[in-house]
Every structure is written in C-alpha cells, then in structure tokens.
C-alpha cells in the first residue's frame, strides 16, 4: 500500500539514510536566505548505491593533491598581497574554529594581511566572546565587529522563527553579506571565506568551484528581499518602519560587485577542509577554547558555540527536516574518519532529539513569544511522513538506527 502521508518543503517521500554517513536524503542544500520561501528545498543526491553527495566528495578530497592546491593559492595570492601594510584581503569570521584557522593560516602560512569581520551574533555565549577575543589577541588578527540594529534583528528572528521555522536566517544572511558590503566599502578586493558550504551535500560539482556565487550576496531590487518570508516593503508598511533601518541587511547591487571587482575565494578548495582538525589548529594558534559542556542536541562541544540561539537552529532543523545537530556532527566526523558510522549511529541516536533547554529562555524572551506560542509554531513545521504523536510526544518516524520502522 503507498504512503499517502503528506511531505512539507518538497522533500522526497522515502527516507533513506547514507551507507556510509548518518545524513538522510531530507538534508536541505544552501540557499540564498532573501529568496527563501520554504516552499521547497533542494535536498543532498545520493547515488545508486546508497551514498550522499558529500561522501562520496569526500573520496574526491583523498585523491586530491593538496601540495599542488597549496601551491597553486601562493601563486593566485601574490598579486593580492599587500606590499604597504593595507589590508589585502576579508575573512568574514564569527571568532570560531574555522574562521579562526583561515585567517590566522593566511596571515602566517600564505603572508597575507587579513581583516576579520563578524556580524554580529543575536546573543553572544562567553565561550563566543572570549574567542573573537582569543583571534585579536591570542591569534594577533585584526576583526571588525558589525553589529546591526537590535531591535529590527529582533523583530527579523521572530518572523523568521514564526513563519519559517529558521530563527538563524537574519544572521546568516547578514553572515553572507557583511563580507561584499565591506570589501565594497574599503576597497579590499579580495574576500576568502573557509570551507564551501557543498562540502557537505551541495552537489559535487559546486565544490570545483573556487568563487561563491554572487546571487547569494547581491540583489537590484532590496525591497522585495524576504525576510522571516516576507517581503521587506511589506515589514516597512507593517511596523511603520523606516526603510533605512535596513542599510546593514541590503546586500550590494551586481553592477557594485561588478565595479568593484571584487573576487571571491574558498580556502577550503586549496587546503583540505577537516573541522577537528581546524579545532586543533584554531586552539593552539588563536586561543580558542571549546565550550565547559556538549551543546544541547549533540555530543560536541567545539561547533557553533558563539551564540545562544544556535541550538534553536539546529533544533529547528530537526523538526522540520528530521535529521538534528547530531548527525550534522556525526555525518562530517565518519567522513574524515574520526568516529567510525557504528559510533556516529549510537550518538545520533542518543543525542539528536534532545531539546535545547540551556538557553531556552533567552531564545522566547529574545523574540517575545509565550512557550505555548513556540510549541505551537514547532508543531507546525512538523512534516506528517517524518513525524508521528503517540504516547503525548512527537516522535520520528525513521531514524538511522531503525529506517522504516514508522508504525
């Protein structure tokens, strides 16, 4: 008999899970956050053998001369490299481990003169704080923290969380757009980011890609941005706002990236991108300290620990798309053969379902919801092929220790 239960986001009906991973076909791609409409997602491919796009990526990386990557960036950086003291380059960086091991690895591997820049988080933890501050003086970098108007930020998460089950998209729009505005504004041509978000399940081919794509930072028409999924001329009329208290959300037209000439660049395709070992490097160079406990959701305590919504990120991301922070830590590590899929199994399992309850008051306070409103809402984002209520919970219908056992 078909499964007739209805799927939400355009996700494929059957749940599979990787052969080699603990990721699930649900796994949404990157998107450009103003555009996101959650209608529909694009979701990672796997192959005719049961294995996702990221690790079979991963294969490509361990036949990958690295020693030629490496060269190949010295070269590409000399005409870029500053001869005057000025800054030559951006490394848009929220002071944690990956940032942190890029800019701190161009300055004194490759001989470049970075300037971080941080959007701002909602709300920093201290173990965040003390990082960014870890890179300034620990690290010897130079940061920039950019910090947008609190109250429309606010307002931006709510609607995001409400309408989009994505409390995270405000800051990770102003995370992809803070760089380009900047290199804009000071003329600094060159932005290198750290890993390519394809690393982990974008489509293989994105990863040969040096650039980022200019439609994740660019737009001619700011007004018809979404925002939390509504446009933002409607967020102006709405609240009686001043369309200027946008300025630091409206990303530079094409024709200013154009004129600017600004170039775009990945380190992770020249130096292979491994997060522990970023970890590692960032701890012994720049100061970097992981958190006192694991984050709520998984076992680690070193990923995305700079701000308290976080947790609601990722928990979000649970509910709406069945796979939670667990399996995202999980997933990367068994790929880089850190835990072996047995072990990342055990810690999904174990982990992945767990409420964010640390910071739980915060994050209501912050966006002035009730906690009847927020359950209300994360029920809402519930897709009927993932999620069942029995017992007075809601619970998976697959997970990657049981697939198919939904009854």
């Known amino acids: ?35 996101n409409t959650n209608l529909k997602k694009e979701t990672i491919a796997f192959d005719d053998e049961g294995i996702c796009d990221a690790c079979r990526y991963n294969e490509i990386k361990d036949q990958t001369d690295w020693k030629l990557r490496e060269e190949m960036l010295f070269r590409f950086l000399e005409k870029y490299r500053s001869k005057d003291g000025s800054y030559d380059c951006i490394v848009p ?6 940032s942190s091991f890029t800019a701190h690895k161009l300055k004194y591997k490759y001989g470049m003169n970075p300037l971080t820049v941080t959007w701002a988080p909602n709300m920093f933890t201290e173990v965040g704080w003390n990082n960014i501050q870890g890179l300034i003086n620990v690290g010897g970098i130079d940061n920039m923290l950019y910090s947008p108007n609190g109250q429309l930020h606010r307002l931006l998460t709510r609607l995001a969380f409400l309408n989009l089950g994505h409390p995270f998209q405000p800051f990770i729009h102003g995370q992809k757009i803070i760089g380009p505005k900047l290199a804009h504004h000071f ?57 200027r208290n946008f300025n630091a959300y409206v990303p530079l037209t094409r024709q200013q990236v154009d004129e600017s000439n600004i170039t775009k660049i990945y380190l992770g395709y020249f130096e292979r991108w491994d997060p522990q070992e970023c970890y590692y490097y960032a701890t012994e160079n720049t100061g970097f300290s992981a958190a006192n406990e ?54 999904v399992s174990r982990f992945d379902t767990e409420f964010p309850a640390t910071y739980f008051k915060d994050f209501i306070q912050y966006i002035d919801i009730s906690e009847d409103e927020f359950y209300a809402a994360i029920d809402g984002f519930r897709s009927p092929h993932l999620w069942k209520y029995i017992g007075n919970e809601w619970k998976l219908r697959h997970n990657v220790a049981r697939t198919g056992c939904d009854d």
Do not use: W
């Open 1 to 35: 008999m078909s499964d007739l239960r209805q799927t939400y986001y355009g996700l494929p009906r059957e749940v599979k899970f990787c052969k080699k991973c603990v990721i699930s076909n649900q796994r949404p791609s990157s998107t450009v956050e103003f555009k």
């Open 93 to 98: 960086s929220s002071g944690g481990k990956d």
């Open 187 to 243: 003329r600094i041509p060159l932005i290198i980011y750290g890993e390519n978000q394809a690393e982990y399940g974008n489509k293989i081919s994105d990863n040969s890609k040096i650039t980022m794509d200019h439609d994740f930072f660019t737009t001619d028409d700011p007004q018809s941005m979404l925002m939390g999924g509504v446009a933002v001329r409607d967020i102006v009329e709405r609240f009686g706002m001043d369309f």
């Open 294 to 347: 694991r984050s709520d959701g998984t076992y680690s305590k070193y990923t995305e620990i700079d701000d308290r919504i976080v947790p609601f990120h990722f928990y979000t991301t649970l509910v709406k798309f069945g796979i939670g922070r667990a399996t995202y830590d999980a997933a990367q590590e068994i790929r880089n053969n850190k835990i072996t899929r047995e072990e990342g199994v055990a810690l």
